[in-house]
């Protein structure tokens, strides 16, 4: 993981398919926030913990659920998707062109 392609990996997160079904654009949900304003557009290594949501069940997760909720309800390890989407980004990397 570099510091420099998170900024990267968060463009290349909007691109992916939803973990969840729901409505409303494809949004980079970050497990580990980045706080408001100017941080979401520095690199960051939190930047490596977005995954692929629809607005409506980023707002549940953020705002009801949280991460053990989410799971529960939705039968998945959002930790784990975030160690395989980061896989699929450095082994895609190479074709990425931003």
């Known amino acids: 993981m570099h510091l420099k ?3 990267k990996y968060v463009k290349w997160i909007r691109t992916q ?3 969840v079904r729901g409505s409303g654009r494809i949004e980079a949900c970050h497990l ?3 706080g ?3 941080n ?4 960051n290594w939190r930047h490596f913990t977005c995954l692929p949501l629809p607005h409506d069940k980023h707002m549940e997760l953020d705002n009801q659920l949280k991460v ?3 799971n529960a309800k939705y039968g998945v390890d959002l930790w784990e998707m975030v160690y395989i989407y980061n896989q699929r980004f450095y082994e895609e990397l190479d074709e990425i062109s931003y």
Do not use: V, Y
Not at 40 to 43: G, H, M
């Open 68 to 70: 053990k909720g989410f």
């Open 32 to 34: 580990k926030h980045t």
């Open 36 to 38: 408001l304003g100017g």
């Open 17 to 19: 398919p939803p973990i």
């Open 40 to 43: 979401r557009l520095k690199p």
């Open 5 to 7: 392609d998170s900024l």
